[in-house]
């Protein structure tokens, strides 16, 4: 894999929406500390400095913890326009999958995906070829397909951690298009937004309108899919309501006005810095007010489009004109990227300013988010499609709203082949529970809300109480004949997610079976 330099951290938090904001509660920390020293000039008595520098001092760190989030989470983003190319390759590169430490959020944006209309209607009825490449990469390590959209060729999927599937919740999907007036969804975006431990998240992969001349066509079909993308959440009905927005994809901004032995020549000795003030959406970004609001790395990686397939070297090719002549070659362009936005704070009112004396500082932002930027680069190794892969990794840090499930649920006693089993699950708080939803026994290293061995439906005949401990049997024949760990997942259907997780078990093979040679060589898709 062929690395540029990376670009150096790129931080942003949701406690200021300007400089002047940080520096205000900056302020406020230098008055509580110059206090403190206030204190010990002038307290005669021992005993009561030691009080009053004991009280400054708690204000103090008070103030900055406030500002500095608890919990840290790894997202790694991908973006690439495959171009129809089936996947070939080991994703491993493309996923990062010896990182330390690893993540805890993987999202892969694809566009152009093979949508030919047998090939979409395949898709459909079961996952698409990419999807399997990367859950078969993921799942072994732990980490579980949340949920995808799909629109013609644009693909989006989120994986997470296993450990963090209960604290996914609220999670939508959907999709604009913008090809052909709007009518046809060659281009356009698609969306997944969710509640992540209680801070809601947003992210947008887009396929935006090609060719040189449609920069300002670009920004308006952007602008389009932020308008018009709706939720069905009551706080954060569009896009940018969420405190955080993540936005990526082929989004077809070219490099203006220089030649292409420049481009070349530039490429070639690494001096890309002299590209990036003719990059299309760098100056878009300067004349446009809601772009600003979106945060980029630096661009020093090569430019990803546009190469001969299975090679390094930019386009050779000499495409036909309309009138049958020859074309020019494409030039290379910055058309595959990753941005992010924090939402930024509502300026203050006239009655905002007048109710200002009368809160703390501290009520302005109780869960702080902060989100740094650790890399930003492409991988040349993958070259089936005229397209290099973006990737990009960010430290999330944040306060949690909440750290415990919804649903407790707990396998009861030993279980082993061939016996029956018990579970118990009590609700913790009330949500839109529902007798659909059932228990899933997964085995360690499932793919899918959906890959489980068995399930259970919930108590059918009412809904529990909060902390009351209902008790499920589950038949012997259910339970699998081969041994290993597993958990327990309840799934709730108004919520489309799982709710509770059990801690992993052990499940015993079935000694008699093994015995009789009753275990066949493959159960449930899973080898003995």
Excluded at 407 to 428: E, K, N
Aim: hydrophobic share 35%.
């Amino acid at each position: 894999m062929e690395l540029l330099t990376d670009s150096p951290r790129v931080r942003s938090d949701s406690t200021s929406s300007s400089a002047s904001q940080g520096s205000k509660s900056k302020t406020v920390l230098r008055q509580r500390l110059s206090q403190l020293l206030t204190c010990i000039e002038d307290m005669s008595s021992d005993d009561e400095a030691s009080e009053e520098v004991s009280r400054t001092l708690e204000e103090a760190f008070q103030l900055c913890g406030r500002f500095i989030p608890t919990d840290a989470f790894r997202i790694h983003i991908v973006t690439w326009n495959v171009a129809t190319a089936e996947p070939s390759e080991d994703a491993t590169s493309l996923l990062q999958l010896d990182a330390q430490p690893p993540p805890d959020l993987y999202v892969i944006g694809l566009q152009e995906v093979n949508a030919t209309p047998v090939k979409f209607i395949t898709d459909l009825i079961s996952e698409d070829s990419w999807s399997h490449v990367f859950m078969n990469s993921l799942a072994p390590r732990g980490f579980v397909k949340v949920t995808s959209v799909r629109m013609q060729g644009l693909l989006l999927l989120l994986f997470a951690k296993q450990i963090h599937l209960p604290y996914i919740r609220n999670i939508q999907t959907t999709y604009t298009r913008t090809g052909v007036f709007g009518y046809w969804g060659n281009k356009g975006g698609v969306s997944v937004r969710f509640s992540f431990y209680g801070h809601m998240i947003c992210f947008l992969n887009c396929h935006l309108a090609a060719h040189m001349n449609n920069a300002l066509q670009r920004v308006d079909e952007f602008e389009y899919i932020l308008e018009t993308q709706d939720f069905d959440i009551y706080d954060t009905p569009q896009i940018r309501d969420h405190k955080v927005v993540f936005w990526f994809g082929d989004l077809n901004f070219r490099i203006a006005d220089h030649g292409l032995h420049f481009l070349r020549s530039s490429i070639n000795s690494g001096r890309l810095n002299l590209l990036w003030g003719k990059d299309q959406l760098i100056m878009m970004k300067k004349k446009e007010a809601f772009l600003q609001e979106f945060e980029e790395g630096l661009l020093n990686f090569k430019p990803t489009y546009k190469f001969d397939r299975n090679s390094d070297t930019y386009d050779t090719s000499t495409p036909k004109t309309w009138l049958g002549l020859n074309g020019k070659k494409r030039k290379p362009a910055w058309t595959d990227r990753i941005l992010w936005r924090i939402k930024p704070k509502p300026l203050p009112s006239e009655e905002d300013d007048e109710k200002a004396s009368t809160s703390t500082d501290e009520e302005q932002d109780e869960y702080p988010v902060l989100v740094t930027q650790d890399k930003y680069t492409s991988d040349m190794s993958y070259g089936v499609s005229d397209h290099k892969p973006v990737i990009a990794t960010f430290s999330l840090e944040l306060r949690k709203v909440f750290d415990t499930p919804l649903v407790r649920v707990s396998p009861v006693g030993i279980w082993s082949a061939g016996q029956d089993a018990l579970l118990t699950y009590s609700v913790l708080e009330d949500f839109m529970s529902s007798t659909w939803d059932w228990i899933g026994l997964y085995k360690v290293g499932f793919k899918t809300a959906s890959d489980y061995e068995t399930f259970v439906w919930v108590r059918e005949n009412e809904l529990p109480e909060i902390n009351e401990v209902i008790q499920i049997s589950v038949d012997k024949g259910q339970i699998p004949l081969l041994g290993g760990q597993y958990v327990l997942g309840y799934y709730s259907t108004n919520m489309q997610s799982i709710t509770g997780l059990s801690d992993s078990f052990q499940i015993l093979e079935s000694k008699r079976a093994v015995m009789e040679g009753l275990v066949p060589e493959d159960i449930n898709g899973v080898n003995k």
